[in-house]
């Protein structure tokens, strides 16, 4: 790492001017100072031939070792080739989502992208043209068989043993006896 050039006092004493001031740490870390004199984080890096900038936080909320601890972070992000943003984006979305699905769960609806999530989609779009009877039927079985033991897993995480024990309960409940059949064994 490069010689660390910024010290508390001379972030405390940094006076805002007419434009825009860098207050450089060295390794891509500087202090953005602005007109109105808010002072803000910001750390440079280079990625896939770009260069880019990371917004770190903003002084004095975010101290100078706190800068310095999440620039090595980012820094370590990049180097094993991953871009820190795309990150924190990705990041963002995932606790979008778990909010969204706190809302969905708290309102009686299912969890989005989990099976009976999916499933409800996929009824809506197949059974349009369906008989009422047909479709109550299937929404009922997809209710009975399907949704108290699977339908709370996101869907790209439910797996061919998941859905073997559901299709079992299914299997053994259906059962039909093979001496109702007339007597005869049933080939």
Known sequence: M???LLTDAAIRNAKAQDKDIRLSDGSGLYLLVKPNGAKWWRF????NNKRKTLSVGVY???S?????RKATEARATVANGTDPSDLRKSKKVELQLQ???Q?????????LDSFEHIALEWFDKMMANKTENYKTRVLAALKRDTFPWIGAYPIDDIKAT????VLQRIEKRNAI????HGGAALR
């Open 177 to 180: 006896p093979r001496q109702l």
């Open 60 to 62: 004095p909320a975010v």
């Open 162 to 165: 998941d859905l073997l024990p």
């Open 64 to 68: 100078l070792l706190d800068a310095r």
């Open 103 to 111: 809302k969905r769960i708290e309102a009686g609806k299912p969890a």
């Open 2 to 4: 490069a010689k660390e």
């Open 99 to 101: 909010i969204e699905n």
């Open 44 to 47: 440079d890096y280079s990625i």
